[in-house]
C-alpha cells in the first residue's frame, strides 16, 4: 500500500529521478504541465511544430533553473515522434512519464457542415497520433519498470450540448480519446503503467482565442459566454491544468488509471442547472 506526505518539499520532489516528454508543450495547458513537472524534480522534454516557440519556451524554463530540453516534433509525423523519443533518450537516458497533450480543431460550426478533409485531421492529430505516441513510448516505460500517462481532451466530449454548434467534430474526436484512455488501461497496467486523462473546460490559452476568432472574426477577447458556463463563472488558467497533469502522473494517483478527469469549474453542475 502507499503512503503518503504531503508539503512543500514533498511536491519539490514528487518526480525526481524522473524523465517526462510533453508534447505541444510550448504554450497553453501543455507548457504550464511542463514547467509543473519540472518544478516538482523531473527533466522534461518539450516540443511543438516551430523551433522558435521551442526555444522560447526552453529559455523560459531555464531560466528558472529548471532541467528542461526541447525539439521541434509535429506529434502527428512518424518522423518527428522517433526523433522526440530519441532526443529524449539521448539527453535524459529513458522515459518514465509521458503527457500527450497535442490536439488541433480545423472546424467551427455545426456537425453536418464538417468537410472530410477537416474531419480527417480532427482523427489524425487528436486520436491516432496520440494512440502512437503512446505505442511508441511504452517500451521505454517498461525498460524503467513502469511509468504514467495523461492524454489530453475536452469537457466538450462529456457536454457536447453546451458547445453542439461551436466544435462538434471537435467534441467527437476527443470523445474517442476518452475510449482510448480506457481501452488502454487494462494492458497498460500489465506493464505498470497507468493512463488517464485530463478533461478540461474552457481555459485561457491560444487554443481558445484561436476557436473564438474562428467563430467570431475579428474578436480579440474571449467572450463572457465562456466565463458564465460553469459555476465558477470564469475561465480556467493553464496552471489550474498542469497541476491536474501532475497529480494524475504521481503517485499520489497510484490507484487512478482510465480515468477521465474533469477540471471545468463545475460545468455539469451548471449545465444541470439549466435544464
Known amino acids: 500500500m502507499a503512503s503518503f506526505v504531503c508539503g512543500e518539499d514533498y511536491l519539490r520532489k514528487r518526480f525526481v529521478g524522473k524523465v517526462a516528454i510533453c508534447t505541444a508543450s510550448t504554450a497553453g495547458i501543455g507548457h504550464a504541465a511542463a514547467e509543473r513537472i519540472a518544478r516538482e524534480g523531473a527533466k522534461v522534454v518539450i516540443c511543438s511544430r516551430r523551433q522558435e516557440k521551442v526555444d522560447a519556451a526552453v529559455k523560459k524554463l531555464r531560466d528558472q533553473n529548471l532541467d528542461v530540453s526541447g525539439i521541434v516534433c509535429h506529434q502527428a509525423k512518424k518522423e518527428d515522434r522517433q526523433r522526440l523519443i530519441d532526443f529524449t533518450l539521448t539527453t535524459y537516458g529513458g522515459i518514465d512519464l509521458l503527457f500527450a497533450s497535442a490536439g488541433v480543431n480545423p472546424f467551427t460550426g455545426t456537425m453536418l457542415t464538417v468537410t472530410e478533409k477537416q474531419w480527417d485531421k480532427l482523427f489524425d492529430v487528436n486520436v491516432k497520433s496520440t494512440f502512437l505516441i503512446i505505442r511508441e513510448c511504452v517500451p521505454y516505460m517498461i525498460k524503467r519498470g513502469g511509468g504514467a500517462i495523461v492524454t489530453n481532451s475536452t469537457a466538450a466530449a462529456l ?117
Open 159 to 275: 457536454f457536447p450540448e453546451l458547445t453542439r454548434d461551436l466544435n462538434g467534430p471537435y467534441a467527437v474526436s476527443k470523445s474517442a480519446v476518452h475510449g482510448l484512455t480506457k481501452v488502454l488501461a487494462a494492458p497498460l497496467a500489465h506493464h505498470n503503467i497507468r493512463i488517464n486523462c485530463l478533461a478540461p473546460g474552457p481555459i485561457e490559452t491560444d487554443f481558445l482565442t484561436g476557436l473564438v476568432q474562428q467563430f467570431l472574426p475579428g474578436e480579440t477577447e474571449i467572450p463572457d459566454v465562456f466565463h458564465g458556463n460553469n459555476v465558477l463563472f470564469r475561465c480556467g488558467d493553464p496552471a489550474e491544468c498542469g497541476s491536474v497533469v501532475a497529480f494524475l502522473l504521481s503517485n499520489d494517483a497510484s490507484f487512478m488509471t482510465g480515468e477521465i478527469l474533469l477540471a471545468c469549474g463545475g460545468l455539469e453542475y451548471f449545465s444541470k442547472s439549466k435544464l
